[in-house]
Each structure stands twice: as structure tokens, then as C-alpha cells.
């Protein structure tokens, strides 16, 4: 039988090599070469044939005695299927070999679209629309950096080396960590790489936001998207004005919007919480939305995207992107500083709670995840019963908001919010 002891005092010879046979599983072996190298082994025939086929399975040191003594009765089981396992690993090796970072990015995108991507972090379920470009815009960082490189022989300095750029910011220095980290795991489970470059990588926990934008900054804001074309400009005020994610503001279709009745429905396959939403519309989204339903020469169908922009192939239309440049566009005219996309959100639950607003409709109207007003048998009664008591924090927000941009009180009525 072979024995870890005996392979540690097996005699390498003068030239050439020898095998210590396993007798326990007949055709695994361990070779010692001259070089006092020591290689797992497993020899066999192929059903028909005479001809002795050797594969080697890793080496000694690598990989432990029990280890490869598995691998061993695996690929030996494969033998007896009729499966040869070195014939597999080359063509494994050659597919791996063609396989570019950019390539990898695109399956695994299509991947996530057709929801036969899992991960740890989806528990099972399919993947949003916005966990998809979430997830795709942190790649395309990592396909920026390593894009033609194969996909197997990134290392981990490879994905250290990428990291470190974004050192400074943690919030982006742990997301593409992340998905990088998804995307190998998902390449591993179907072969098409070795190893995961960023499995031993440390992300630390990035400190919870506290920004809250004043109604003062939030006007600043508005005014300097006023100064940017209509697709963004809209775009800004529509997360102002609804407190939702840029993701599901970016990806609103007409057929999600009721505008007779001033309300918003995303899909469960668009929200994060994975879950519909109904949300009231205040008149300042009503008539931004009104504004681009007229501009139509047609009617829209139900699922035209309410703010459509060119994808990067110049022909298909794809939500609006460039988040990065609204930033820096609205930065330079706004001079509001020290703050994110996402702090909409934060400031506007800040604001109406100061004023009032019961905390639960709040959470709500934000469409969290999971909370304590949000899980269990309160989230599931309350789906239905919150619309109302939402229309009304709506309102007060409605108020506060065009009172910091010197606009008149809402004229409330058919005229506004009835269909374009």
C-alpha cells in the first residue's frame, strides 16, 4: 500500500524514474525522478485498447496522499464509463487557454441575464436587473485592466495589483473584490479556469454613510442638472423627487407607469429586495414623466424604456449610464461636495422624518431589503396597506422641495396628474 512514509524515504534513482504502485487501487501510483521529484500518477487502458495511458494528477507536497488518491479513483471511475481523463484535461486546458478575462466577463454577463448564475450572496434566487449592472460596471473595471489576458492565468498579484488602484476608495476597492471573486467562483464551478485569483484577498466592512444632503444642497443639485441635457437632467430629478435606486430609476419602463393614478410599480425583477413595489408619484415626477411621454411621437409601448440612451455597439437602446460623468458634471456646477447618488435616498427619508413621517412608511417607500418594519408578517401587510400613508409623505416632500427651489404649492388636480 502506499504510504505517505514510503514516499517520503523512496530512493530517487541515479537516472530516469520509478513508480511506487498503490496495491490498494490498482493503476495509482507516485513517481520519483531523479531529480527526487515526487508526482501522483494514475495509469490505465482504455476499454478496446492495449495501450497503457499514464496522466498525472499533481505533485507530492501540492497535494497530500489522501488527496490525490481520490482524484485518482475519480478519474479512474471516468475510465470505466468509457471517458478518457487525459484526453479531458487537455481539451480543458486548450479551452482554458482561449478563454480571455473579456470573454469570461461576457458568459458570465449572459450568465446572470439567463439566471443560472448562483452565488452565495443571491441565496438561490435570480439576479435583479440592478445586481446585474451593479455587478457588470465593477467588471468592466476589471476588464479594462486585464481584458485580453487569459482568463486562467490571472494571478492573484494580478488582481492585488488592479485592487490597489482603488485603495482610496474602499466602497469601490471591496465591489470589484467582490466581483471579481463571483465571477471566478462561477468560472471554477464550470471548469473554465483553476483557481480563483481573489479568494484570499481581505475586503473589510466600508463604514456606514452618514451624508444627508440639505434641502438647500438638494435645490443646488436640481438646478445644476437643469444646465445638462434632458436624459440627465431627468434623470436626476426623477431620483430626487421618488428617493428610489439610480438603477431602477434608469431602468423605468412606460408600461410600469400609471400616470392617471400618479403611480410608479417596479417589477420584483427590478428591485433589490426582489419583491414589487407601488409607489406614489409627486406632481414634480408626474410632470417630468408627462414632459417625456409628450415628446413621444407615438405612444410608447409598455416596455420602452422611459430614459433611453445608445448601448456602446452605437445601435441598441440600453438604460441611461454614465454615472460616473453626471457626477462630475453635476460636482462642477452644484459645488456640493463629500457626497454619492445614493445619498438621494438617505437625505430624503432624513428630511421627511424631521418633519414627521411616521419611520415605517418611510422604509417602505425606500423599499428596503429586509428591516424590522419590513420582514415577516408586518412586511407582508403592510405591501398592501402603505400606498396611501406613502401619497402623503409624498406630499410633504412634494412641498419641502419645490419650497427650496422657490417654486409655487402643486397645483393637485386632473390637470396634472391625468395621462398625457
Known amino acids: 500500500m502506499l504510504t505517505k512514509a514510503r514516499i517520503e524515504k523512496a530512493t530517487p534513482p541515479t537516472k530516469g524514474r520509478t513508480v511506487l504502485w498503490d496495491h490498494e487501487l490498482p493503476g495509482f501510483g507516485c513517481r520519483v525522478a531523479a531529480s527526487g521529484r515526487r508526482s501522483f500518477i494514475v495509469s490505465y487502458r482504455l476499454r478496446g485498447t492495449r495501450r497503457a495511458i499514464t496522466a498525472t494528477i499533481g505533485t507530492y507536497g501540492v497535494l497530500t496522499l489522501p488527496q490525490a488518491r481520490d482524484k485518482a479513483r475519480e478519474l479512474l471511475a471516468k475510465v470505466r464509463l468509457g471517458v478518457d481523463p487525459l484526453a479531458e484535461q487537455r481539451a480543458r486546458a486548450k479551452a482554458e487557454q482561449a478563454v480571455t478575462v473579456a470573454d469570461l466577463v461576457a458568459q458570465y454577463a449572459d450568465a446572470l441575464k439567463a439566471g443560472t448564475a448562483s452565488s452565495t450572496r443571491l441565496k438561490g434566487r435570480s439576479a435583479s436587473e440592478g445586481y446585474i449592472e451593479d455587478t457588470l460596471h465593477y467588471l468592466y473595471l476589471f476588464t479594462r485592466a486585464c481584458g485580453r489576458q487569459n482568463a486562467a492565468s490571472v494571478t492573484r498579484a494580478d488582481a492585488v495589483e488592479l485592487l490597489n488602484e482603488y485603495i482610496r476608495r474602499p466602497a469601490t476597492y471591496r465591489h470589484l473584490r467582490g466581483a471579481i471573486s463571483r465571477l471566478y467562483d462561477w468560472a471554477l464551478r464550470h ?25 438647500e444642497e438638494l435645490a443646488r443639485i436640481w438646478r445644476a442638472a437643469e444646465q445638462l441635457e434632458p436624459l440627465y437632467s431627468d434623470t436626476v430629478k426623477l431620483m430626487i423627487t421618488t428617493g428610489q435606486r439610480r438603477a431602477e430609476v ?68 440600453a438604460p441611461i449610464s454614465g454615472w460616473n460623468w453626471l457626477k462630475r458634471e453635476l460636482d462642477r456646477t452644484a459645488g456640493v461636495t463629500a457626497w454619492r447618488l445614493h445619498d438621494f435616498r438617505r437625505s430624503i427619508v432624513t428630511i421627511c422624518a424631521e418633519h414627521g413621517a411616521e419611520v415605517a412608511v418611510l422604509d417602505s417607500m425606500l423599499n428596503h431589503a429586509s428591516s424590522a418594519t419590513r420582514g415577516g408578517v408586518i412586511g407582508t401587510y403592510q405591501r398592501a396597506t402603505l400606498v396611501e400613508p406613502m401619497r402623503k409623505i409624498m406630499a410633504l416632500w412634494e412641498g419641502l422641495l419645490r419650497d427650496a427651489l422657490g417654486l409655487s404649492p402643486a397645483a393637485v388636480g386632473p390637470q396634472l396628474i391625468s395621462a398625457a
Not at 473554465?192 to 434641502?215: D, F, M, Y
Open 250 to 317: 434608469a431602468g423605468m419602463q412606460w408600461g410600469e407607469i400609471d400616470l392617471a393614478r400618479a403611480l410608479w410599480t417596479i417589477p420584483a425583477t427590478r428591485t433589490k429586495a426582489r419583491r414589487q413595489h407601488v409607489l406614489p408619484l409627486p406632481p414634480l415626477a408626474v410632470a417630468v414623466l408627462q414632459a417625456r411621454h409628450a415628446a413621444f411621437q407615438h405612444a410608447p409601448a409598455a416596455n420602452d424604456l422611459v430614459l433611453p440612451t445608445l448601448a456602446r455597439d452605437g445601435h441598441s437602446i
Open 191 to 215: 471548469e473554465l479556469v483553476p483557481a480563483n485569483p481573489a479568494e484570499r484577498i481581505e475586503s473589510t466592512t466600508a463604514p456606514a454613510r452618514e451624508r444627508v444632503l440639505s434641502l
